[in-house]
């Protein structure tokens, strides 16, 4: 079957190479992609780009499109680097024929920031990021979902960086705008309140994310309840009954168990580790039940609670969780 496939492939790449238009080319190139054949659909980008050119000019906005389409699939290869120019002579393209509200400016934009954070160049993604806010604002209007999730992005780009007060406000914006149009009580306003909570934590405002936390994690734990239908649903389509409940475990660990120890986070910075404690075992069991105590996150996990003991003067109870983890990570 495999054989067959290539032989596909490789009569896809005959007929694009022997075709004088682009647009073929260009969707025969999107159909090796999409088999994950990347370095073959990457030749025939580079003859759509050729073919453009050559017969509307270099400075087309159609020009700009297809190499747009041929940057996309640079960092699949490592080579983000690469498509960093390719997304700048397809900018200045646009620019110069639309302006630089030109719409079509934000797909290009788009690509930049993926390439740049790929070079660890997080700080350059900033501008375009505000760029792109500012266009999607004019295209769909300031309280769209486009719009959350280009502020989502902004921001965590600006907590990367270290700056959590300037993430801070554009998170509140996230939240009112999901809690608008997917409802309060859904997934994705519980993972706004998470994260304008570490931002809120990261600012030295442990009290002001404590009720962001409980609510996001009330949110997730009603989210994530094997008798919740919708979650029954999402169940029957990832895996069969034997492999189900592995999978609400993992995610109740990864999901809830984040959430319960950011909660704990908070409740330590504010002198209240007594509070913490029964979050940190809770984290901790969901943890050992998904991937056992021998993973490293297993590990992590009894120290961050040794350090909550040793911070309630329990120094005998946290040198033997410390032993414990060591013990762990040695095996």
Do not use: W, Y
Request: aromatic share 2%; with cysteine; charged share 25%.
């Amino acid at each position: 079957m495999g054989q067959g496939h290539g032989m596909d492939a490789d009569s896809t790449v005959r007929q694009a190479m022997q075709s004088d238009d682009p647009a073929v080319v260009d969707a025969l190139a999107a159909e090796l992609a999409g088999q994950g054949r990347v370095a073959e659909a990457e030749l025939l980008l580079r003859r759509a780009v050729s073919l453009t050119e050559s017969a509307l000019g270099p400075a087309h906005p159609f020009v700009a499109r297809r190499l747009t389409t041929l940057a996309q699939v640079l960092p699949a290869t490592g080579r983000a680097g690469e498509a960093e120019p390719l997304l700048r002579r397809a900018l200045a393209i646009i620019e110069a024929s639309g302006g630089p509200d030109d719409p079509r400016a934000a797909d290009v934009l788009r690509g930049l920031v993926v390439s740049l954070r790929a070079l660890d160049r997080s700080e350059e993604s900033v501008p375009l990021l505000r760029r792109i806010l500012a266009i999607t604002e004019a295209v769909d209007g300031p309280g769209h979902a486009n719009v959350a999730n280009v502020l989502g992005l902004l921001a965590k780009t600006l907590q990367e960086l270290g700056r959590p007060a300037e993430a801070e406000p554009l998170q509140r914006r996230v939240l009112a705008i999901l809690e608008a149009t997917v409802g309060p009580e859904d997934f994705q306003v519980a993972e706004a309140l998470q994260r304008l909570g570490r931002s809120l934590q990261a600012m030295g405002l442990a009290e002001e994310a404590e009720p962001l936390l409980r609510r996001g994690l009330a949110i997730l734990e009603a989210t994530l309840n094997s008798d919740n239908p919708e979650f029954g649903r999402v169940l029957d389509q990832l895996a069969d009954e034997g492999h189900r409940q592995k999978i609400v475990a993992l995610m109740q660990a990864t999901l809830i168990g984040t959430f319960l120890e950011d909660l704990a986070a908070s409740l330590e910075a504010q002198g209240r580790p007594g509070e913490a404690e029964p979050l940190r075992r809770r984290a901790l069991a969901l943890v050992e039940a998904s991937v056992g105590p021998e993973h490293q996150e297993g590990t992590a996990c009894l120290n961050r609670l040794a350090d909550n003991l040793h911070a309630q003067g329990r120094a005998g109870e946290a040198e033997a969780l410390r032993k414990a983890a060591g013990d762990v990570h040695r095996e």
